[in-house]
């Protein structure tokens, strides 16, 4: 009995080291991408209600710091879109607001950021200017 409870003590703290060698591998690949972008947003759609428009020009930060995704989302509502992003440059950042949930959906490529942001009165895209 002692040495069964033995071998699964060594594949349980095998099996939590390599998810943890994981993990550490996923956050180091979506480093890559840490910086600060910045952006224009443009309305692309409004489902209902009132959407503002951008000023024209106007520039929107997005950050990214150990694979975390932040996005201020002003022109709707004064929150703080958060998410990961994955190695390929993929990312999903959403945040809770009054009428629902705003998602933020993306990929950086190339230094180059696109994504659109959809709440449920509203749709935006956001772009890098180069």
Known sequence: ???????LKGLSLGALLAAGVASLAR???AAQFDGQYTGELRLARTFSGDCTEP???ALYPLTIAG???RFPYLPRFA????GTIRQDGLFRATARARKGVVQMT???????VTASIVS???????????
Do not use: H, W
């Open 55 to 57: 000023p024209f020009g």
């Open 67 to 69: 694979g975390e995704v």
């Open 106 to 112: 993306g990929r950086i490529q190339g230094g180059n």
């Open 27 to 29: 956050a180091q690949g």
């Open 120 to 130: 449920s009165s509203c749709a935006y895209t956001f772009q890098t200017r180069n």
């Open 1 to 7: 009995m002692r040495m069964k409870l033995s071998v």
């Open 79 to 82: 929150t703080t879109l958060r």
